[in-house]
């Protein structure tokens, strides 16, 4: 199934380090803007954050601010980082984190703020088998309510093997990889074990068929 990721606005930056201080928020409280994570990833950043102390966890969690959007009731959905975020509140279900304002709406009504963040290309609303989109009212109200796509742990892995470079500010910009291999032929594989699928993988993301993907990074 060909899945069409519509167009989007760029996310805003964070702030520099000597303006607008980060907002401190508890996980629990905020809304995914997405229907699936890559388990592989969840599980890989859990063993990161459990040989970690608590003002290590802070700085870590300080460099990589979430770009939220607040409602005018103070409501706030994340536009990035559910996978770290989610494996932390696995592990501290009261646990915190700090973000910044990407957006703030005037309304308070979640279909309003909801199609505007449609409008901006800032939801991903397929499931973890790449059927979609849905309607934007089927997004869990946390982050445990996400479902595992293993087409997003394999753009995880090849991100880590330098295969895929980040492109931070692209909402989505994994699973965009993933919509696209998931046109392509791979053998079966899992989140839990995607070695079947990495050889095809790799040769596919290195492929001139990729150069249209950002973060690609050529023949190698």
Not at 108 to 117: F, K, N, Q, Y
Not at 123 to 140: I, K, M, Q, T
Not at 171 to 186: D, I, S
């Amino acid at each position: 199934m060909a899945l069409r990721l519509p167009p989007f606005q760029p996310l805003p930056p964070p702030p520099p380090p000597e303006g607008q201080p980060l907002l401190e928020v508890s996980i629990a409280q905020l809304q995914p803007t997405q229907l699936c994570v890559g388990l592989a990833e969840v599980r890989s950043r859990q063993a990161d954050f459990r040989i970690e102390n608590n003002r290590e966890r802070r700085d870590y969690l300080g460099s990589k601010p979430v770009p939220l959007v607040r409602s005018a009731d103070g409501a706030l959905w994340m536009v990035d980082r559910h996978h770290r975020l989610r494996a932390l509140m696995e592990l501290m279900p009261q646990a915190t984190a700090f973000g910044y304002i990407a957006l703030q709406l005037d309304s308070d009504d979640r279909s309003t703020v909801l199609a505007e963040l449609q409008r901006r290309g800032w939801l991903y609303l397929y499931d973890g088998r790449g059927l979609g989109p849905l309607h934007p009212h089927v997004l869990p109200a946390t982050l445990l309510g996400l479902q595992d796509d293993p087409y997003r742990s394999l753009v995880w892995k090849l991100k880590r093997e330098g295969v895929v470079q980040p492109a931070p500010l692209i909402p989505f910009h994994e699973f965009r990889w993933g919509a696209w291999l998931r046109r392509r032929p791979l053998p079966p594989f899992s989140s839990a074990r995607l070695e079947p699928a990495l050889p095809s993988a790799r040769a596919l993301a290195r492929s001139t068929a990729a150069s249209h993907l950002a973060g690609w990074t050529g023949l190698r």
